[in-house]
Structure formats: C-alpha cells, structure tokens
C-alpha cells in the first residue's frame, strides 16, 4: 500500500508498504479521508519524542471497513485504544487508562495510508448523510466536546459570561462550535495569522480578533487551544477574578502559568486530554444532527501531497482550520 511516512524532522515521503493484516478483533478500514493534526505537526518538526522516525502519523481518520462482520459498513475511527479494565476504563474516563495507545504512535501505525487496523469496538457508523472528509473531524471535534463539556461542569463557569478561545486551528475553531452548541452566548475567538482570521470570519458568526482586542481581566472562561508560555500567559491576563481556564493545546511545556494572581484571584486551572468512548460517540451525534454546524471548514489534497501540506501549514499558508488528505 502507499503510505506518507515521516522519516526526519521536516522530511516525509511517500513509501510502499505493506498492508497490514486485521488481527483478532481488528477490522481492516480503507481510509478514505484523514486529518493532519497538530499533534502530527510536533512530529513532524521533532518536537515528540513519542513519535519517531520512521513513522506513519495521522490519527483523524474515516473509511469503509473491508474484513470482518461490519464489512462494507462506513465508518469514523476513535484512534485511542484502552484496555476496558483498569479503574479509568470502569469508571467512563477511557482516556486516562494508563496503558493507552493511539494509532500514529507506536507500536500503531498511524493513518497516513490507503489501509489501517483498529479495534472494531473503536469503529463508529456513519449516517449517509455524512461525507468521508466531515467524519474525518470527528476526531478533533471529540477533543472539544470533551473539553467543552468539562468546562460546563466546573462549578463557577457560567456560559452566558464572556468567554475566549485562543487559537483558530481545528481545535479552537472546533472549541467555538462546541461552546455554542452547549449553550454558550458570549463567545469571542482568537487568531493571530491574518489570513485565516479573515476565513474564519466567513464561517462562524462569532467576532474572530487580535489578542490585543480582548480586555485583560474580563473572560469568565478561556480555552486555550495552543498550549504555549505566550498564550498560557494571554490565559492569565485575560481570566476575570474568579474565573476558569481550560488548557487543552500541546505547543510546549513550559512557563507561561501566572501563579501569583491566579492564586490571590481565585482563578481555576485545568488540563483536558483527548476524549472519553461516549464523548467520541456523543460527537458524531452532534455532527450528525447538525449541532456542530455545515462541517464545511476543510481543505481536501491528495495523500501524495501530503509533505507541500505539511510545509504550507508550518508556513503559515493554509486559511482553512483542518487540512484533509484523500490516501
């Protein structure tokens, strides 16, 4: 099979390599549509030590099953496999089970490729009226609906309050989408690429602004979706007296937290990871109903063009919240 295979930092290419073959349990997809993640971006740069070259990244994926009794059936992929068992498992918070893994990390292969196994527990059917590249985000809108939910459970958060995004990739964009379908009125997103700003502009009616356009002081709630010092900073500044900020991006690990008034303010912080089975299986719903919105806010390229993607989104050259490739 031909695969788009990571092999140094900045480096992919496309191989031939060997279709894999479903193991017991395991149900043999042809992927159709798959999104490049910024998880996959880290890679890419050799910013994770988790996934090393050489390796198939890609872990948003959607297809039609080929080998077992849901043949034919098409399908979306949650690419976290847990054991069932351990107290994480039993009690719901699946993505916590200590010895997960997903698909794009090894020893799992990831979904840069025209064939890829999973778990048929981890396969979800898709209604007809959802095409391959919309399934293919369901994956990161999991990651939002999971962390927006968090957020309407903690007990000081009011989503009638002002509330910020930052960041408007997949995952912020996809943050905004899911604050207003649980009931959110005041919502403002944050993107610094001029470019993609102005596209985001036409594709949620909420304003999309410079980090200098938000008063310090006064989100009763922020989402950070990038996850560095700079924006955990902008977290900080941002967050009201009393307020909560929820940090769901990845882009580095380190400082950014003002401690001191997050203490003398009383400000809650909070990290989400990923998503629960039901979180995953309550996504699609959503998208399926049309809670999550047209679901019209990818680019689609072929898989061979999977390395000028990669550069143009390090460059900053794609508008688009999600970039999807067709194996």
């Keep these: 099979m031909q695969a788009l295979v990571y092999t140094a930092p900045k480096a992919m290419e496309m191989q031939d390599l060997p ?15 798959v999104g490049i993640c910024g998880s996959d971006m880290h890679g890419y740069l050799g910013h994770d030590d988790r996934r090393p070259a050489p390796l198939v990244l890609g872990h948003e994926a ?3 099953v080929t080998s077992g009794p849901k043949t034919g059936t098409r399908v979306t992929v949650n690419p976290l496999v847990t054991c069932g068992t351990c107290p994480a498992c039993s009690s719901g918070r699946t993505n916590l089970c200590p010895t997960r893994q997903i698909i794009s990390m090894p020893p799992r292969e990831g979904a840069f490729a025209q064939w890829l196994t999973m778990p048929e527990g981890n396969l979800i059917a898709l209604p007809d009226h959802l095409s391959f590249d919309q399934a293919a985000l369901a994956e990161p809108l999991a990651v939002c609906w999971h962390a927006i939910r968090l957020c309407a459970a903690q007990p000081y958060v009011d989503l009638t309050a002002p509330t910020v995004v930052i960041g408007g990739g997949a995952i912020g964009f996809g943050s905004a989408l899911a604050l207003k379908a649980f009931g959110a009125t005041d919502v403002t ?3 610094t690429n001029p ?3 102005a596209h985001l ?4 009616d909420i304003p999309v ?5 938000i008063s310090m002081g006064q989100a009763a709630l922020v989402v950070d979706c990038v996850g560095y010092k700079a924006t955990r900073e902008a977290a900080c500044a941002m967050a009201a007296p009393g307020a909560t900020i ?4 990845l882009g580095d690990s380190n400082g950014g ?4 008034r997050i203490t003398l303010q009383e400000i809650t912080v909070f990290g989400t990871y990923a998503y629960t089975e039901k979180d995953f299986q309550d996504t699609v719903a959503a998208m399926a109903d049309g809670r999550l919105g047209a679901l019209d806010w990818a680019e689609a390229r072929p898989l061979s063009e999977g390395p000028q993607a990669f550069a143009d989104i390090l460059g900053g050259r794609v508008m688009t919240p999600k970039v999807i490739l067709h194996p």
Excluded: F, N
């Design 189 to 191: 997103l944050i993107e």
């Design 201 to 204: 502009r036409g594709l949620i």
């Design 62 to 64: 959607a297809g039609v």
């Design 19 to 33: 279709t894999p073959t479903a193991q017991d349990g395991e149900a043999l997809i042809e992927v159709k549509s």
């Design 195 to 197: 470019l993609r700003a």
């Design 257 to 260: 937290l003002d401690v001191r």
């Design 246 to 249: 929820c940090h769901i991006g």
């Design 209 to 213: 602004c410079e980090p200098s356009d």
